[in-house]
């Protein structure tokens, strides 16, 4: 098993910025896609942008491109979110993953317990 525990998350004005980490333990990380995905209320749960645990490449969803950036360190084991310039519409439940799919929650194996991010 992968366990997954995230910080970071808070309150931010629009144009303001965060940094999301999830650090992991347990079982190697590296066969599986590390990312981060998140849920707002009364929405489908959705990748935001993830990274191969071995450096291969990176995903992110059309709408945070060019905002946010995914890094991986693996010698901390911790998995980062950068976010830029963020917008009330990227309020959510920020959530860190790992799996077989880098933006597809079906194929998720660990998750980690969540972090609110809230945009005013």
């Known amino acids: 098993h992968v366990q997954l525990v995230e910080s970071g998350g808070g309150s931010v004005q629009a144009g303001g910025s965060l940094r999301l980490s999830c650090t992991a333990s347990?079982?190697?990380?590296?066969?599986?896609?590390m990312a981060w995905f998140r849920q707002a209320p009364g929405k489908e749960r959705e990748g935001v942008a993830g990274?191969?645990?071995?450096?291969?490449?990176?995903y992110y969803a059309d709408s945070v491109k060019g905002r946010f950036t995914i890094s991986l360190d693996n010698a901390k084991n911790t998995l980062y979110l950068r976010m830029n310039s963020l917008k009330p519409e990227d309020t959510a439940m920020y959530y860190c993953?790992?799996?077989?799919?880098?933006?597809?929650?079906?194929?998720?194996?660990?998750w980690g317990q969540g972090t609110q991010v809230t945009v005013s």
């Open positions: 993953a790992a799996g077989g799919h880098c933006y597809d929650y079906r194929f998720v194996n660990y």
């Open positions: 347990g079982d190697p990380y590296t066969k599986y896609c």
């Open positions: 990274i191969w645990g071995d450096g291969r490449s990176a």
